[in-house]
């Protein structure tokens, strides 16, 4: 079992800049990937990227790249999402999610733990 924690969310101007951050606990993650997905009021939820934690490679959507960014720190078992030039339209609930085989996956349906979502709000 795998618990996550994401932190960091909150309020920012159009424009701005968030680091979102996801604590890990409770089993060795060295075979897992990590992902960040984001849903908005009535829509799917979204992929935005993903890294694998052994290898540190990545896998960005291409609605983001450019501008967000994930990373990860083995010593304190966290995942980032640096989030930069943010929009109105990127306002909704973040999550981080852990796939246990380390796919490079957008598909949400493969990730098997999930943490409880950050709210993110832009404003314009």
């Known amino acids: 079992q795998v618990q996550l924690v994401e932190s960091g969310g909150g309020l920012v101007q159009a424009g701005g800049s968030l680091r979102l951050s996801c604590a890990a606990s409770?089993?060795?993650?060295?075979?897992?990937?990590m992902g960040w997905f984001r849903q908005a009021p009535g829509k799917e939820r979204e992929f935005l990227a993903v890294?694998?934690?052994?290898?540190?490679?990545?896998y960005h959507a291409d609605s983001v790249k450019g501008r967000f960014t994930i990373s990860r720190d083995n010593a304190q078992t966290t995942v980032y999402l640096q989030m930069n030039s943010l929009k109105a339209e990127d306002t909704a609930v973040y999550f981080c999610?852990?796939?246990?085989?380390?796919?490079?996956?957008?598909?949400?349906?493969?990730?098997?733990?999930w943490g409880q979502g950050t709210q993110v709000t832009v404003s314009s």
């Open positions: 999610a852990a796939d246990p085989y380390g796919r490079l996956s957008w598909n949400p349906n493969l990730y098997n733990y």
């Open positions: 409770g089993r060795t993650l060295r075979t897992y990937a």
């Open positions: 890294i694998r934690w052994s290898a540190g490679d990545t």
